[in-house]
Nanobody, 121 residues
Framework: QVQLVESGGGLVQAGGSLRLSCAVS????????MGWFRQAPGKEREFVTKITRSGGRTSYSNSVKGRFTISRDNAKNTVYLQMNNLKPEDTAVYYC??????????????WGQGTQVTVSS
């Protein structure tokens, strides 16, 4: 089991940018597909994006495609989420997620504690 620690959340105006980071403990980071989910107040947690173990493939929800970019640095055990052109509807707690030995992120095996992103209009 790995530990995931998110950072980089905060308050930003609409149209602005933020970069989230997720630092992962352990020596098997490259064995994990990584991704981000988010949960807005009163709503269910939803998938945002994922990146496969090698970093060769990414996928995004339609709501963030073209604005968000996920990347990973396997040497630093860190995954990043660059968020551009933020909208008020992006306001949510963002969670880092991981799943071992799979290129899927269905039913992640590990979660971070979450970081708040608030976008003001």
């Amino acid at each position: 089991q790995v530990q995931l620690v998110e950072s980089g959340g905060g308050l930003v105006q609409a149209g602005g940018s933020l970069r989230l980071s997720c630092a992962v403990s352990g020596r098997t980071f490259s064995s994990y597909t990584m991704g981000w989910f988010r949960q807005a107040p009163g709503k269910e947690r939803e998938f945002v994006t994922k990146i496969t173990r090698s970093g060769g493939r990414t996928s995004y929800s339609n709501s963030v495609k073209g604005r968000f970019t996920i990347s990973r640095d396997n040497a630093k055990n860190t995954v990043y989420l660059q968020m551009n052109n933020l909208k008020p509807e992006d306001t949510a707690v963002y969670y880092c997620a991981a799943k071992v030995a799979s290129d899927s992120l269905l039913s992640p095996t590990s979660w971070g504690q979450g970081t708040q992103v608030t976008v003001s209009s």
